[in-house]
């Protein structure tokens, strides 16, 4: 057998079985007509959609009755097999819901639908761009029924369109576990592991996010709110506020309180003491006092004075401080 046929054969592994069924038998391929519509009192949705990258084209045929139900769906590809085999499935999922519903049907969900075990992908991480066409041509349709823009959809930036992963999700999955690989980014988000275009420019597809750029601005970020802390701790010792002893907490907010917030209070006959300091479960660290002569009862000791108090603390000493008066 020559080494090409092996390669081939390789190749063709790569794809489930239901999307080589799909590829020569789709269920959905066809056309929907006016004539149609009006024979079942519903509406026509027509919605193009073309990826530059590969020269793929679909277009998704809807019918959408009085309730926003799509009562009937076809579509037509032009292109590569898994581009029909995706918009097969795509039309598949879209039935019976209401258009609302349909808009939130991803790529991944049309990919995985197509999958013969939960565990394999159905198809090879390159021809991950055709199920992101299936969803983008359900934003067309959606968009063009509803009277919006398609990018009325998106919530979030999108880096990862085959994995379907926000700028947001990246940002924040690289600070939460110290991530300082492009590698380490895909274990923890798949991002970059299909067509891999966003990993780095010179893909197949020009991006506006790069994984490398993002984990680079992150990096930066995180050494800076680094040095940051480093000489918060120094001003104050040899501990952050939040790794101190409850002891050496009170200690340290009552000096504060002394210096900065006390003969404000005493020059109006008030003061104040630390009744409390205690971690809450959300990352705060929150403060109890209790006000004393003119500032107890006093109309602003839940206001202005409270927030005074706040102020200060969270600019001295850490800025996760909460106040609460008891």
């Known amino acids: 057998m020559a080494k090409n046929d092996l390669l081939g054969g390789a190749l063709w592994d790569a794809y489930s079985k239901k999307v080589s069924e799909r590829m020569d038998n789709p269920t959905h391929l066809g056309v929907l007509t006016q004539k149609d519509a009006q024979a079942r009192n519903a509406k026509l949705v027509v919605a193009d959609y073309g990826a530059e990258s590969c020269g793929d084209a679909v277009r998704l045929y809807w019918l959408v009755d009085s309730n926003d139900v799509i009562i009937d769906a076809k579509f037509k590809s032009f292109g590569c097999g898994t581009a029909i085999a995706s918009s097969d499935m795509m039309v598949e999922l879209c039935l019976g819901k209401r258009v609302q519903d349909a808009v939130k049907i991803t790529n991944l969900d049309v990919e995985h639908a197509l999958r013969d075990d939960p565990d394999t992908p159905a198809v090879p991480g390159q ?116 790794e101190m002893t409850l002891v050496q907490k009170i200690k340290i907010v009552d000096s504060v309180i002394d210096e900065k917030v006390r003969p404000m209070l005493m020059m109006d006959g008030g003061n104040m003491e630390i009744l409390d300091i205690k971690d809450s479960s959300d990352g705060h660290v929150d403060v109890y006092i209790r006000y004393m002569g003119a500032c107890d009862g006093c109309s602003s000791a839940a206001t202005g004075t409270l927030f005074a108090i706040e102020s200060v603390l969270q600019e001295n000493l850490d800025s996760s401080i909460r106040v609460f008066p008891i």
Request: with cysteine.
């Open 127 to 242: 021809k991950m761009h055709c199920s992101v066409m299936a969803y983008d041509v359900i934003k067309q349709a959606a968009a063009q029924y509803l009277g919006k823009n398609p990018e009325d959809f998106e919530h979030e930036i999108i880096v990862c369109e085959c994995a379907r992963v926000s700028l947001g999700t990246i940002k924040e999955v690289i600070k939460l576990n110290d991530l300082k690989t492009t590698e380490e980014i895909t274990q923890y988000t798949k991002a970059g592991g299909f067509c891999k275009s966003c990993i780095r420019p010179g893909g197949h597809e020009k991006r506006e996010y790069y994984l490398v750029d993002i984990l680079s601005e992150v990096r930066s970020e995180m050494e800076e709110q680094k040095l940051k802390d480093n000489a918060q701790k120094s001003a104050q010792g040899t501990l952050a506020f939040k």
